[in-house]
């Protein structure tokens, strides 16, 4: 366990690449793995720098349902957080809530 009052929040402007079949967990509940990319610019150290990013993210339950029904590449903002999948290298970004960016 980390320590009482860590964070892990991510809000993220990015686009719908790749979008799974819907699944249920064992449990039943609905889950969605997508792909999103990411573009904007910003200043680091003192120069502008484009930046682009693609990660994996998954949603469950209502939001797995709502997301399943956006088109591939429109344009949402995405608030979660990130966990390593079991056996994972990588990150993933567990979607809570999305909207229109």
Known sequence: MGPSGAV???LLSACITELAALR???AGIPALDVRLEHESTHMEAGQSRQVKAALKAVAFASVAERLARQPL???WRFQGFLANPRNGKH???HITEFQQD
């Open 73 to 75: 590449g429109s344009q």
């Open 8 to 10: 892990n929040q991510l």
């Open 24 to 26: 249920f967990t064992p």
């Open 91 to 93: 990150p993933v970004l």
